[in-house]
């Protein structure tokens, strides 16, 4: 027990959900009836200072995200030195287990107040968001968790709740299958689709309404007894029905990702992505599905991503994660000024934890946005942490 709830406090830290986080607190039955329930979640401040501010009540002030960071020589130079404190990550999270003829029936939901941004005038009020929400019986898992196509055990450990530019960083509604073999699990899904197509002249990219398959996934997990290991595939179908053009075009993706210990306690993160429909599925949304050409035509672009992150325990209670991270695409000739191109992240953090409920640090953050056009910008943050587990 005391393995699992260590497991779900640190994923508590990354912002990822488990599988653990069910089991890390005491179940209590409900009344007549065989289910067991539990709860749990955390309090956490955020204080970051940075050496731009992104914009008023922007989110991007309030965790790392490389696709609002201002480029252009010009970008941010009024706007210097942002202070901003908040407790958006605050989670609260629910799972029950109730005993069937068919095996275990599992549920679990969880949020955060990372939805709809509030103000910092008075009451700095936000909207509560839904995470995690998904049952499971047997090997069947169906609703709305991580995407499939990656290994959410890699993500780095950083108090920054944006993370690593270069991770595959999605969760979205999906029907799963799992099936353990004697070396590990595979797994396949159909999930929610969605294509964010660059159009010519515009510095955003569009959303599709016009999709007709779901994106399928699939992906290994052998058992290693010294790491976790994965190699996830990814098939979409990228669709535009703009003012300037209307089709369809299909492509796909491969990550590998993993941890490898080192040492008695530390580890190293990584995780590679390439292909030419990673897309939205790159963190935050930063790169486009596909693109318009002049012409009208549909063309999809390589891109490429990734991240490796090395933890340290100083002692029992103190460690450090240094991460290095990058994402790059190739656009087609004709693509608009303003559509990202690639970026670079770097954190480095000290985690001090005087209890196993408790988490205190602080980080350096330092990103870079590059934009078709050439144009370019820096992000530098300071980042302090307060998090409290129950």
Known sequence: MKAIRGLALASSLLGVHTAANADASHPFKLPGSDTSVTFGG????DALWSDRSIGVDSVGDQQFNPGLIPVGPSAGAHKRDQVTLHARQTRLWLGTRTPTERGELRTYVEGDFFGADGNESSTNSNGFRVRHAY???GNLLAGQTWTNFFDERAYAETLDFGGPAGQVFVRQAQVRWTQAFSRGAWSVSAENPESLVAVPAAATPSRSDNDHAP??????SPGQSGGTYSLGLLAREIAVDSAVAN?????????????IPAGNRDDVRFDFNAGNAIGRYQTLAFLPDGYVAPDGSLRLARQASGFIAFRHFWTESLRSTLELSAVTSNPPDGTANGINRSDRSQHLNLIWSPLAAVNLGAELIHGERTVVGGARGRLNRLQLSAQYLF
């Open 135 to 137: 049952g499971v019986l």
């Open 247 to 259: 089709g369809k075009q299909w492509g796909g993706a491969v990550a590998f990702a993993g941890v």
């Open 42 to 45: 955390y309090a956490k401040l």
């Open 215 to 220: 994106d399928l996934t699939a992906r290994v």
